[in-house]
């Protein structure tokens, strides 16, 4: 087993909040240590990363796993000297081939279960809704669940990144497609769960 230098499986898919943004180039380029560096970028970044490869895999251990995998690779990248010129886009780069890689090896591509949906509509804040608007919630959030099932991995990656911010371009290079492609996916996404939306 490799070294942890950063106390990486210690922290919990639980334990994971957005944080603020960070202008992670001038970490990398900052006179600090690279374990340093790394962590803050770790820090800011690790729940974002997990939250796709969730999306990706529906299991919280493989999306650990996975971006365990992701961040090992960039210490071991920056421990050769190489330059990282936008490090949230390498990361998940890295972490979307790491997930195809493993995904090919797996022959498995899942969507959320049952059991964590349950587990992320508990989580919701308790907004004061009225026993009515309570219902309507959750068959809402049943609705999207439903939907969501029905996107391809693609269509799910795609929809993912876009909602994390990525412009297309973007999209297109970490998911190693063109840019028309990454535009028909989202479209196909839209439809999908607005066809389930009006079921």
Request: aromatic content about 10%; proline content about 5%; overall charge negative.
């Amino acid at each position: 087993m490799l070294p942890d230098p950063f106390n990486l499986r210690s922290k919990s898919a639980a334990e994971s909040e957005r944080f603020p943004q960070v202008d992670l180039l001038s970490l990398m380029t900052e006179s600090t240590s690279l374990d340093e560096q790394i962590g803050e970028i770790f820090t800011a970044l690790r729940a974002q990363v997990f939250n796709y490869l969730l999306s990706v895999f529906g299991d919280p251990n493989e999306a650990e796993d996975v971006t365990q995998d992701a961040f090992l690779q960039l210490y071991r990248t920056r421990l050769k000297g190489q330059e990282i010129q936008n490090p949230r886009f390498w990361i998940f780069r890295v972490a979307h081939n790491l997930a195809v890689n493993r995904g090919r090896r797996a022959q498995f591509v899942s969507t959320l279960p049952m059991e964590t949906w349950d587990q992320l509509e508990k989580a919701l804040p308790d907004t004061g809704l009225n026993p009515e608007q309570l219902t309507l919630k959750r068959e809402q959030f049943a609705r999207l669940f439903h939907g969501l099932k029905r996107l391809t991995l693609n269509e799910r990656q795609c929809l993912y990144l876009r909602a994390e911010g990525f412009r297309y371009r973007e999209i297109a290079e970490i998911m190693n497609i063109g840019v028309p492609t990454v535009g028909e996916y989202l479209r196909r996404s839209i439809d999908k769960l607005g066809d389930q939306g009006s079921a």
